[in-house]
């Protein structure tokens, strides 16, 4: 329809110009033919002109929604706490896991990173407990530690040895829900509390696993917990791997 209308519009508009400028050119036209051609002319261009504007607002339709979009993604809260009962609220892990990679500095050694990353997970997310694991010519090695006690052992291990050394040799996520009662309580002033899930999590670089995070809560889901470290370790590792020796 779009062809054809402008196919009417470009031949009866030159058509009509030109017997009205020169009538010995074209010929005298019947009243019909005429009148025929300025319906066919009008039709055509209103059409043109109705295509026209419906494609004007479908585009800008669609700039206000990507603006909208960018202007959530841009000022969303991360966390973004989403209410199920007044006590147990959702995370809203995709928002949590890209606010944490984009706060991560990327050229910065591992060791400053791993502190950067306990802070902020402390901060986003409250666990209760962390360390972070870097991968040494010996074996892993605790470069940072959150809210943890100096009596608690190991801070260094093999790859395969225990829970921490498995998740490095497998490169897969490990979630634990089913913690002992006395397994690291922490305390404060106020008193002591123990979480109810264990998260330990391998970041791997070109198939080797180069750091290890172990954290513990209990303020989420363990599933939501376990997907956004999910999204975080892979998007975490695309921003840093430009700059890993």
Same mark, same amino acid.
């Given at each position: ?25 074209? #010929? $005298?036209?019947? =009243? ?8 066919? /002319? +009008? &039709? ?69 990173? #791993? $502190?950067?990353? =306990? ?8 666990? /209760? +407990? &962390? ?84 954290? +513990? ?29």
């Amino acid at each position: 329809m779009t062809w054809v209308s402008a196919a009417v519009f470009l031949t009866a508009g030159p058509g009509l110009m030109a017997t009205a400028w020169n009538g010995a050119v074209t #010929g $005298k036209l019947s =009243l019909f033919l005429m009148v025929l051609l300025w319906v066919l /002319m +009008s &039709a055509s261009g209103i059409f043109l002109f109705m295509l026209a504007v419906k494609k004007a607002h479908r585009l800008w339709i669609d700039e206000e929604r990507r603006k909208k979009l960018s202007d959530a993604a841009e000022n969303e809260p991360s966390p973004e706490y989403k209410s199920s009962t007044r006590e147990n609220k959702s995370l809203d892990f995709t928002a949590a896991a890209r606010k944490l990679v984009r706060r991560i500095p990327e050229n910065v050694p591992l060791e400053e990173m #791993g $502190k950067e990353l =306990l802070k902020y997970l402390a901060r986003e997310l409250e666990v /209760m +407990s &962390a360390v972070f694991y870097i991968r040494k010519k010996t074996g892993f090695e605790a470069v940072a530690t959150y809210a943890v006690s100096t009596l608690t052992e190991p801070y260094t291990f093999r790859e395969g040895e225990g829970l921490t050394g498995q998740v490095a040799a497998n490169q897969q996520i490990m979630m634990l829900t089913q913690l002992p009662e006395d397994y690291l309580k922490v305390c404060s002033g106020l008193g002591k509390a123990a979480p109810s899930y264990l998260a330990i999590v391998p970041l791997v670089h070109k198939h080797l696993t180069i750091a290890v995070v172990e954290c +513990s809560g209990y303020r989420y889901e363990p599933h939501e917990i376990e997907s956004m470290f999910r999204i975080f370790s892979r998007d975490l590792m695309e921003k840093i791997s430009p700059n890993l020796k």
